[in-house]
């Protein structure tokens, strides 16, 4: 049905016109090659392996006066030396339309990704499960509608729909959910802007528990120069969860946690706090960038997860072709109620890279990242270390007016 939706809304999707258009293509290929110590980040029963992986690319894009449309389409193919059970093919492809009008703009974004839980769920939320294959579809429509020079209304709906392999067998549970949302948006000079914005979002899953979430956030950004600039935002959050009520008893030899049902359906509820902020600095051989954040994640089978993430990018430059890269990564992971109280974890990550760019074509990187997942209820660490090199060639851009 998910699959159904997309394919309707791509055939949606605002048209450029066809007068004065800007087409562009930019294609690429990715060879990787690594070990990785902790292949499923376990606690237990760890598996370690040598790993490889292609990944072509292709991002597109087309501009007229009025109109556009811009997507990527990737695709990772993995496969593992210690047992061809791990092997994955992960799809990532992405749409995004829009189309002006007089004082208004309509837009459309689409996403399709499979992949595994260890991945963009991971990313999402902190909260490390057993490794298992996962699709997600996203449709986000939006609307912008320009008030006066510096006033800007935007009204936003995204539907979401998430697809576990085989759920039955590893308690990850199907769900979708619906967000709405109205901002309010002003520039205040030519160096700061303030909004405000009002969201709910609905979500169900196929083990029939229903959360909602409503939220207020305010705030804005502000350009202390051309090479400094910072943005803080805060409000207030209310969290529902409707869920028939089970007990933790542990996790089976894979890490799978496992529950018994020990009561009827039940209501709870939750107050709290939502922020997020970013500096960023632009040095003449590099760039840093702070973000913290605190919200609601409903990424792990819709269940309604309090996420507090900070995160520190650092990019710098010895030459023209050779560069460093460092990323510092917290999570703090907490069930906003009592549906869940095994999710809750602490997530460290630590990723430096050096890259060699050795043509305009060619380059290549030395990587490597270690992971720590702490976990509240029934001790213990899963830790992961991984290295490995990645070699990327890129095709010269297609670029065609008419």
């Not at 980040?41 to 790993?51: D, G, V, W």
């Not at 990327?392 to 851009?397: A, K, L, S, T």
Request: aromatic share 12%; proline share 2%; net charge positive.
């Amino acid at each position: 049905m998910a699959g159904r939706l997309i394919v309707s809304l791509l055939t949606m999707s605002p048209a450029p016109a066809i007068h004065a258009a800007q087409w562009a293509i930019d294609s690429g290929i990715s060879l990787f090659g690594g070990y990785d110590d902790n292949v499923r980040l376990r606690r237990h029963n760890t598996e370690s392996s040598a790993r490889a992986r292609i990944s072509p690319s292709t991002t597109f894009s087309v501009a007229t006066p009025r109109s556009g449309s811009s997507g990527t389409v990737r695709i990772d193919v993995d496969r593992y030396e210690s047992d061809s059970n791990l092997n994955t093919e992960m799809f990532y492809v992405t749409n995004n339309s829009f189309y002006n009008m007089e004082r208004s703009r309509a837009a459309l974004g689409l996403r399709f990704v499979k992949d595994t839980t260890l991945n963009s769920q991971l990313e999402d939320t902190g909260v490390v499960l057993q490794r298992k294959n996962r699709k997600s579809y996203i449709a986000s429509p939006t609307w912008r509608y320009n008030l006066n020079q510096r006033t800007s209304l935007d009204l936003g709906y995204s539907f979401t729909f998430v697809d576990y392999s085989a759920s039955e067998e590893t308690g990850l549970v199907d769900y979708q959910s619906n967000n709405f949302q109205v901002s309010l948006g002003r520039i205040l000079n030519q160096r700061s802007t303030g909004s405000v914005t009002v969201g709910f979002t609905t979500t169900g899953n196929d083990v029939n528990t229903d959360s909602t979430y409503a939220y207020f956030q305010g705030g804005g950004s502000y350009e202390f120069s051309e090479t400094l600039n910072a943005s803080a935002f805060a409000g207030v959050r209310r969290t529902e969860t409707k869920f028939k009520e089970r007990i933790f008893v542990g996790f089976d030899p894979n890490d799978n946690p496992l529950f018994e049902p020990v009561g009827e359906t039940i209501s709870n509820s939750d107050w709290g706090g939502t922020f997020s902020a970013s500096l960023n600095k632009k040095f003449l051989r590099g760039d840093t960038g702070l973000t913290a954040s605190r919200n609601i994640s409903n990424s792990t089978s819709g269940i309604l997860i309090n996420v507090t993430r900070v995160t520190l990018k650092n990019t710098y430059r010895f030459s023209e072709r050779l560069s460093s890269g460092l990323t510092l990564q917290y999570y703090h992971s907490k069930s906003s109620n009592a549906a869940a109280t095994n999710l809750n974890r602490d997530y460290y990550t630590v990723n430096p890279s050096l890259t060699w760019r050795f043509t305009r074509a060619w380059r290549l990187s030395a990587s490597y990242r270690y992971r720590v997942q702490t976990y509240d209820e029934g001790g213990g660490n899963a830790t992961q270390n991984v290295a490995y090199l990645t070699l990327h060639y890129q095709w010269p851009r297609i670029a065609v007016s008419r």
